[in-house]
């Protein structure tokens, strides 16, 4: 099918002002159906960072607009039509995410453990790798080990190392390589952000966290009750479907509120918060906003620019990578902070936030991961640019695992006494991960994970470091939630087992 794109029309949006073009499309004829632009992104090479994504048409009308940042200004109403003349032509169509080629590219996925093939729904906690990323680490720890910024050639090859993880990361969240932070984890760059954000605060100025949250975003802003005198506040729930009560976070942000700390999607439910909205709120009255990418980053597309957030972090084994954290922040920020540091380390950012030596391996892992994402994207939709395939590949397995949640979904309503915590509207899915905390009654979460366990069916148990939310739901003293969570590599023929298993657990009683 041809998709013809007669006109366009460009005007800079008010609140990205000089930096974001807004690229309207309009279609001649009615035309119902989706137009993918990850393809129209050579701008990305050419001084554009930015945007792309599936856009709905229904009837000629647009139900969504995608948009470019224009970094340096560069003629970018020219731009935008050589992209569109370009692609006059060419076929608009996506192909969708083939779970056989992605299971192929995960060696772990075809072990057999106790004579069987396991099932991996634990991705939640920590998900698999593809076989190279396992052969990058290996690779690098061959050939490049070494300190960085040595007279010789496994020195270098480290220094490349580490620039190359930089520029797949800045690729992976749309930002620029030195507004991205290595360190050992999240939790760990987190904390080390609070304290020196601690640094500028006054007593009883505040910080603003949620009850859906990990605490690996919690904890580090409360440590600045103590040190910094800061008030910590909570915006709440909803605790019918696990949402956040937005009312209730605005009526907690005012002229005292100098951080609003947040998950991008809650690693026990899988709510996706509306994040942007709460950027533009905490704006509104000069608060930074630090975002919790760590649960979200393998189920969609990250915009750090979009998102206009000043922080944000995530963690590279979550989405099939090592074991490596990364921050992305505002380079105005990154330069104006003092992060603890040692005295010799150099004083430039990103490094000056990197304490001690980095885990090269990891980097080298880090960028593979990436890298695979990035093919995946290409198989979807092919993209001059990395960062395009990359959005593609997250799109894709985001379409993908909702079908997969909407199947879960339908099996677990018909499973007797069996609850589930969070959205469970298909209509709605577009607000949630495939991240399903459910609980079956008369049983305990560990139980069922463990006989889930012994049928080679992997799910975790417990409150999963949220336990705002698992005592707002009076579910923690009794062992919190049963979590299945799905990945782009799990199958229909999985949650067919799951489902089989759990309707036999229940009828064992
Ligand atoms: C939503 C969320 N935030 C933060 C963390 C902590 O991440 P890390 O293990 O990298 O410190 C996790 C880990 O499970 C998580 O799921």
Redesign the pocket.
């Known amino acids: 099918m041809q998709e013809q794109l007669p006109s366009a029309y460009l005007f800079i949006t008010p609140w990205y002002a000089q930096r974001t073009l807004r690229l309207k499309i309009g279609t001649s004829r009615r035309h119902v159906g989706k137009l993918f632009l990850a393809a129209s992104l050579t701008a990305l090479d050419r001084g554009f960072g930015g945007a792309a994504g599936e856009f709905e048409f229904v009837q000629g009308k647009r139900l969504d607009y995608p948009f470019l940042f224009c970094r340096d200004k560069r003629k970018p109403y020219q731009l935008v039509q050589e992209l569109l003349t370009q692609h006059r032509n060419k076929e608009f169509r996506m192909r969708s995410l083939d779970p056989a080629w992605v299971r192929s590219r995960f060696p772990a996925l075809s072990q057999e453990i106790d004579g069987r093939i396991p099932v991996f729904f634990d991705g939640?906690?920590g998900s698999q790798v593809p076989g190279s990323v396992i052969e990058a680490m290996a690779r690098y720890l061959i050939f490049s080990n070494a300190n960085a910024h040595g007279a010789f050639a496994s020195s270098r090859r480290t220094d490349k190392c580490i620039a190359s993880a930089r520029k797949a990361a800045a690729d992976l969240l749309g930002c620029e390589p030195y507004e991205v932070v290595f360190g050992a984890?999240?939790?760990?760059l987190t904390f080390a952000l609070s304290r020196a954000i601690g640094r500028e605060l006054n007593p009883g100025d505040e910080i603003l966290v949620t009850r859906l949250d990990?605490y690996?975003?919690v904890s580090p802003w409360k440590a600045l009750e103590e040190e910094a005198g800061a008030v910590v506040r909570v915006a709440d729930i909803h605790p019918e479907d696990c949402t956040l009560d937005l009312e209730n976070l605005k009526r907690k942000i005012n002229a005292k509120t100098r951080v609003v700390a947040i998950?991008y999607a809650?690693?026990a439910v899988g709510t996706v918060n509306d994040v942007a909205a709460v950027v533009r709120l905490a704006h509104a009255v000069g608060a930074w906003v630090f975002v919790?990418a760590?649960?979200y980053a393998a189920h969609g597309p990250i915009d750090a620019y979009a998102l206009d957030c000043d922080f944000l972090a995530c963690?590279a084994?979550?989405f099939y990578g090592p074991h490596v954290?990364v921050l992305y922040g505002k380079q105005q920020h990154l330069t104006r902070l003092r992060p603890c540091k040692v005295l010799p380390a150099p004083d430039e950012i990103p490094s000056r936030w990197e304490t001690g030596t980095l885990n090269h391996e990891s980097l080298a892992g880090l960028t593979a991961t990436v890298d695979y994402l990035a093919e995946l994207g290409q198989q979807i939709s092919p993209s001059p640019s990395r960062r395009g395939a990359l959005v593609a590949a997250l799109e894709a397995s985001r379409r993908y695992e909702r079908a997969l949640c909407a199947q879960l979904m339908a099996g677990l309503s018909k499973i007797p006494g069996l609850t589930v915590y969070g959205i469970t509207d298909p209509a709605r899915f577009a607000w949630r991960t495939p991240t399903v905390a459910v609980r079956l009654a008369g049983k305990k979460p560990d139980t069922v994970a463990k006989e889930l366990g012994d049928r080679g069916i992997y799910t975790w148990h417990g409150n999963?470091?949220a336990p705002g939310l698992t005592e707002k739901l009076n579910v923690e003293a009794d062992g919190g939630f049963l979590r299945i969570g799905l990945l782009a590599y799990n199958t229909s023929d999985e949650i067919e087992r799951l489902l089989r298993a759990l309707r036999e657990i229940t009828v064992e009683g």
């Open positions: 939640p906690g984890n999240m939790t760990t990990h690996a975003n998950g809650s690693n919790d760590v649960h963690s084994y979550k954290g999963f470091y």
